[in-house]
């Protein structure tokens, strides 16, 4: 099995819960192996180079149209801080398809900005001149926005009764991620690498669930339609669209 991770600290839940799951020790050690940001995994998912991983939510239409997606994603609870467009000039994210599409979803206009470097640009900067995208969805919609979503090519079994068993671990109440405890010097990395303090590390968390549930579903069929009626095109694999 091959599994794609993405390197970003909103998995670190995941990240443990999949260290702490009854797999094989080889399945263990693989999750080190393919480590990326998302557009380079949704190309490496298409080509089929890794079987299963978190891909972004546009990526994962076809997976999703033909059933091979599990109930677990990077799900947003109403801000998510670390999806951002900057007040500047308007410049796309080379790191997200999804949100790249967002923008233009929502009429937004300015720099994309993912990831643990958009954390780290909250972090540091007070003056809050960038506007939050799932904040602006939520507020549009009313609806949590699954930024990524786990798809699988092989071995489905595997991975929907592991995505079970991590559901339950997080309990109804997945919010909080209380179920499943993040040992102190696996955040502690985190945090040094990011230039961040763990109060402020443990309140973006929260920001952060994993479960999809009906509302999460109506938020991703949502985020399909826009997709659809305004014609932006779904990463493929013989074309440029990862970027």
């Known amino acids: 099995m091959r599994f794609g991770k993405i390197q970003y600290l909103n998995l670190i839940v995941f990240d443990v819960f999949a260290k702490q799951y009854q797999a094989t ?10 480590k990326s940001y998302p557009s380079k995994l949704n190309r490496e998912f298409l080509f089929k180079r890794i079987d299963a991983g978190f891909i972004s939510s546009i990526a994962g239409v076809p997976s999703h149209y033909s059933a091979k997606v599990c109930q677990a994603g990077i799900i947003a609870n109403k801000e998510v801080w670390s999806v951002l467009v900057l007040s500047s000039e308007s410049k796309d994210d080379y790191q997200s398809a999804t949100s790249n599409a967002l923008c233009k979803v929502l009429g ?11 954390l780290q640009f909250y972090y540091n900067n007070h003056v809050k001149s960038f506007s939050d995208m799932a904040k602006v969805w939520y507020d549009k919609t009313r609806l949590p926005f699954v930024f990524g979503r786990l798809c699988f090519n092989t071995h489905k079994n595997f991975y929907q009764t592991m995505t079970k068993h991590f559901n339950i671990k997080l309990g109804r109440y997945n919010k909080y991620y209380k179920g499943i405890k993040i040992p102190h010097y696996i955040l502690m990395s985190y945090i040094t690498k990011l230039h961040i303090d763990k109060q402020f590390a443990n309140k973006y968390l929260q920001r952060i669930y994993y479960t999809i549930g009906p509302k999460e579903q109506r938020g991703l069929l949502r985020f399909y339609r826009y997709v659809r009626l305004m014609r932006i095109k779904n990463p493929q694999r013989f074309c440029n669209s990862f970027l």
Do not use: C, H, N, P
């Open 108 to 118: 937004l206009k300015g720099e994309v900005l993912i990831g643990d470097r958009a």
């Open 25 to 34: 020790s080889s399945f263990k050690k693989i999750l080190t192996l393919k």
